[in-house]
Nanobody
Framework: VQLQAYGGGLVQAGGSLRLSCAASGSIFNVNVIGWYRQVPGKQRDLVALISSRGDTTYIESVKGRFTISRDNGGNAVYLQMNIVKPEDSAVYYC?????????WGQGTLVTVSS
């Protein structure tokens, strides 16, 4: 399984950004896909997840601002980031979990200027 994430960049506080991640390879029908983020010196934290059934999970700090979605085929996931804040700045990683395996993309940098 390979994950290709893109869409990061520099955005002003209060603006919007959309991250995309395409998964390829042996993707099973039952899985969870989503986004984590990491700043230097800190652990990688969950941002949002979406299951193959469409169930979503968000960390509290992004609820109401970020929206996770996946395409009909289920092999692409998106993160619409609205009303971004400087504390949203991080490297964002796409993750897919299926059966007993977890896969990670290469990360895409999001920088929010104040």
């Amino acid at each position: 399984v390979q994950l290709q994430a893109y869409g990061g960049g520099l955005v002003q506080a209060g603006g919007s950004l959309r991250l995309s991640c395409a998964a390829s390879g042996s993707i099973f029908n039952v899985n969870v896909i989503g986004w984590y983020r990491q700043v230097p010196g800190k652990q990688r934290d969950l941002v949002a997840l979406i299951s193959s059934r469409g169930d979503t999970t968000y960390i509290e700090s992004v609820k109401g601002r970020f929206t996770i979605s996946r395409d009909n085929g289920g092999n692409a996931v998106y993160l619409q980031m609205n009303i971004v804040k400087p504390e949203d700045s991080a490297v964002y990683y796409c993750m897919l979990a299926q059966r007993t395996e977890t896969y990670w993309g290469q990360g895409t940098l999001v920088t929010v200027s104040s």
